[in-house]
């Protein structure tokens, strides 16, 4: 892993002593991306940079490659990644939209898709961070089976997002009429796990180490119902959403995020103890065990994208599932007005496909 840093570390900085002094990263940041290196080819042009980036929810778990990706941007480039939680996806993508933040991460592409539909609003995913869903469908004890669902109410954190779009996929894989449910929006995982345990919801999505905590606390009171990662499949379900005006200012920078955010998922996938040992620290009240069941369903689902996650007839899995359940309607964008592959491309090309 470190020399895959390095040797992308090395590729930006023989970019950025060939460009023109840059704009400042962001509201917040120090010196600018761009600019001759000060001195030698080890200059780092990004010490001192800051970028503020948002998320939506609690640190989860799932997302402990967030958390990786972070320390390693400090450590290798002197990066600081000010990061911010949201209460919703589309506040995320709001933020990115107004230049409140400079990037989302774990950001529903459905959200995405629906914002450039609506509004033409040039933002681009550049990477994903989850190529499947850990997505376990936790409900009451008493339900025992998907028949007993009919009229029962479901808890949402947004419509559309991923965490319903993979609970509709995974009932519509049972032959179940995904309209007969009460949909409240409830907010993240573990708003919905609260309303689970509290007994507002029959039912609701959560990530396998959240639904494991859940199950656990309740005293046989819940139980995971369906899981939704083995039945849905690989497709990108989150990533790393920038606004195309701010990859234009900052694309060096931009290769470096992408570079780290790619090598954070490789890390996940090689890095058992490490992984379990960051997702301690990251999500302190999380329990070991359970974390050492998670990991190892996110290896055997396909969990991480290990190649970027944004090739195309995975996005257009993606769009089809969202389509055939009436999540996007109407005219779907191209994903070239979405999507920009170029950084993964030349990350692929420097450090090899897996």
């Known amino acids: 892993m470190r020399l895959r840093r390095l040797s992308a570390f090395a590729a930006i900085v023989a970019l950025a002593a060939a460009c023109t002094p840059a704009a400042t990263v962001g509201p917040t940041t120090g010196p600018s991306t761009g600019g001759t290196a000060s001195a030698g080819p080890t200059a780092n042009p990004f010490a001192g940079t800051t970028v503020n980036v948002v998320k939506a929810g609690d640190h989860a778990v799932d997302d402990t490659t967030i958390g990786h990706w972070i320390d390693a941007l400090k450590t290798d480039y002197g990066i600081t990644i000010n990061l911010n939680a949201t209460d919703s996806a589309e506040t995320s993508l709001r933020a990115v939209v107004s230049g409140s933040a400079d990037a989302a991460v774990a950001m529903s592409l459905t959200g995405l898709v629906s ?50 779009l993979a609970s509709h996929l995974c009932l519509n894989n049972q032959n179940f009429d995904y309209s007969s449910l009460k949909i409240v929006r409830i907010g993240g995982t573990s708003a919905r796990i609260a309303a689970l345990l509290a007994g507002q919801i029959d039912i609701g999505a959560a990530h396998i180490a959240d639904a494991l905590a859940g199950v656990a606390k309740s005293n046989g009171a819940l139980k995971i119902l369906l899981d939704c990662g083995k039945v849905v499949g690989n497709y990108p379900v989150t990533g790393l959403v920038l606004s195309g005006a701010y990859i234009s200012a900052h694309k060096d920078l931009v290769q470096v995020l992408v570079n780290e955010y790619v090598n954070a998922m490789r890390w996940a996938y090689d890095n058992k103890d490490q992984f379990l040992t960051e997702a301690a620290a990251w999500v302190p009240d999380s329990d070991p065990a359970d974390n050492m069941t998670s990991y190892d369903y996110f290896k055997t689902v396909g969990f991480w994208p290990l190649n970027g996650g944004i090739d195309l007839p995975s996005v257009e899995t993606y769009l089809g599932y969202a389509a055939q359940l009436d999540v996007l309607t109407g005219k779907i964008p191209t994903t070239d007005t979405w999507v920009d592959d170029e950084f993964v491309t030349n990350y692929l090309a420097a450090n090899g496909s897996r």
């Open 115 to 164: 914002l450039v539909q609506q509004s033409s609003t040039d933002v681009k995913l550049v990477a994903a961070d989850t190529f499947a869903s850990d997505y376990q469908i936790v409900s009451k004890a008493s339900i025992t089976g998907v028949s007993d669902l009919t009229g029962k109410t479901e808890g949402i954190s947004a419509p559309g997002d991923a965490s319903e």
